[in-house]
């Protein structure tokens, strides 16, 4: 038992006092473990990336001691020796000065560790660490990237102290063009553009500054893969101008009209006017170029918030919302077709979609929702590509309780299984494509749990093409396959279960009720022989039991379901198992158990088959030696 978990609290804090010494002497190892060595520069980025890995592991223990000691505590016990550290070095040659930041580094990354049990008015230790962060040596780029990670996680105190703040900026915005600190700096960047009201016309021109040096370097001839600032960067920076102006949106609701759709101009016209470059049939566009600047958009959706206001005629966050996607559909629509078969690609057009659908609600994306499956179905017949299934998934899931879709979006996924099934033909074709098989059935077990498409499944032709082609994708050595398949079967199952627990059934629930256990009687023989064989370890049995669909799952519902057929498919598929882990298990079946019973006797049926297929394999290779 730990000190944070003794009881009572008196009793506790009698203990945490009489450890404070050890923790504090702790405290100071630890700080000193955190240090670099010598000469990290020179090392492999594999082995630098090894001690940032055992460098967080010192965080959580310098977070355990904040849990006992408070957060107030272990700052002041690291800050202390960070000033004797700067003092130290400033007493050393200039030039020697240089190779003398590993302690400087250490007590940061302590510092920053600590910032989630720091207070926003401590007024002791963070002050001197941001007047400090300004005047560390350029020279020291890992010294660099942990100051901006620091600065970064002290953004709320940083919001209540504005005159430590102006200066910070520029040091984060130099760092962006330093490799190794670059990914610290766009976070920090992020961080303080969202919580620190006082940036937001600073970090507006900051990224303002980046869009022009990204269509300068463009101009020069450059593809712009080259940019000496990393997409994901640019994002994190485009992320916080979005927060800072909804902040300023929020907390100046009397901002007119023209104020909040010119906020909106800015940032978008940038990207409208570069989709329509890449979108025109003259421009040689690489993917990346597509998609980075799709990811542009998808941010801007995201995180460009404009708060509802009495003011007339500006734009509500829905409006604003479907009136970029409008206007850019027709260059989306022409992108994704420039690259058909390139998975990122269309990773992230569906992504913008994906997010523009929850943003402004089903309901204000009607209007593109007819373009939108439009451009699923044909997309994905051109391209195979799982993104798209993912994406109706998504449709289902948004619209699936408006029956004014229904027929529509079930149309749409007519179509796509239509696509899957002819593609989808022998078994190498699902080993060629796992991440179609698992989105398939995802998609397909989202039908089959949302109720306004339920009964159109049972009703129509797809289920046991479904359920067929289920039976081949079970056999895939892919975890994330697997799951997908199973989620579909079990999900089938469950809700055939559902449908006859209702005591007063229907006169249509009852066709829906015959037709499903139907498709169920048909197709279930080979179903259960690929369960079966997986408990027997001749199939993948990675989903064991675990989850919404599993192998237990899918067992357990057929045997409440139709229990003397489920015995009388599996038995033959059993008799290579040990006989008395046989039995045991066909028992459990008989006696229609509870579902943590069941799932134990599967776990010890399957241990006992692994082991005795383990000891007859040590068996036949020592009789062929």
Known sequence: MGLEDLEPFEYRQIKIDAFAPQLV??????????????????????????????????????????????????LQTVGAPLQEECQRVATLPAHQQLTEWHGIEAYFYAIQALSMYVSSDENRVIPFVMRLVPQLPPEAPLLRATACQTVGKYASWLSNHEDCLQPLLPYLAQGLSIPRCADSSAAAIREISERCSSLDDAVIKLYDGIVVARQQHQVA????????????????????????????????????????????????????????????????????QLWSEISRLTVLIQFLIIPRTSQPGTPSRADFIVGLLQETWPMLDVISQKYPRDFLLNEKLCRLHKH????????????????????????????????????????????????????????????????????????????????????????????????AFQRLLVQ????????????????????????????????????????????????????????????????????????????????????????????????FYLNRLCPNLLIQWIQPSLMAAPDKAKAAFLGTLHNQVTRDEFNSSVRKFTSVCERTRKLQAGTNGENRD
């Not at 994330?480 to 249509?508: C, I, M, Q, W």
């Not at 066709?511 to 023989?525: P, S, T, V």
């Open 221 to 288: 001839g450059s593809t712009g893969e080259d940019f000496i600032l990393d997409i994901k960067n640019e994002l994190a920076i485009l992320e916080g101008v979005c927060k800072a102006v909804t902040n300023k949106l929020k907390n100046h609701s009397s901002l007119g009209h023209d104020v909040t759709t010119g906020y909106i101009s800015h940032l978008a016209q940038p990207i409208i006017a570069n989709l329509k470059v890449l979108a025109s049939p003259e421009c040689s566009s690489s993917p990346k």
């Open 356 to 451: 523009a659908i929850r943003e402004c609600g089903p309901g204000a994306y009607l209007p593109l929702l007819e373009p939108l499956i439009q451009q699923i179905v044909t997309n994905f017949s051109r391209s195979l590509s799982s993104p798209y299934l993912y994406l109706a998934s998504v449709c289902i899931a948004e619209y699936g309780r408006s029956s004014s879709q229904t027929q529509q979006i079930f149309t749409m996924v007519t179509n796509l299984s239509s696509t899957v099934f002819q593609a989808l033909r022998t078994m190498d074709d699902f080993v060629a494509n796992p991440d179609v098989v698992e989105e398939f059935f995802y998609m397909a077990g989202r039908i089959m749990t949302t109720q």
């Open 25 to 74: 002497r702790l405290l100071a190892v630890f700080t000193n473990l955190l240090r670099f060595p010598v000469g990290v520069e020179d090392l492999s980025q594999d082995r630098i990336d090894d001690i940032e890995g055992i460098r967080l592991y010192f965080a959580d223990t310098l977070e355990d001691c904040c849990r006992l000691l408070g957060g107030e505590a272990v």
């Open 460 to 555: 129509s032709n797809l289920l046991n093409s479904m359920l067929q082609c289920a039976a081949i994708g079970m056999k895939l050595s892919h975890r994330d396959a697997n799951k997908g398949t199973l989620n579909f079967l079990e999900s089938t199952v469950s809700y055939s279960l559902e449908l006859r627990s209702n005591p007063a059934p229907s006169a249509n629930d009852q066709i829906i009720m015959a037709a499903l256990e139907r498709a169920i009687i048909a197709d279930g023989q080979p179903l259960v022989t690929n369960l079966a064989q997986a408990l027997l370890g001749e199939l993948p049995a990675s989903r064991l039991d675990s989850g919404s669909g599993s192998i237990a799952g899918v067992l």
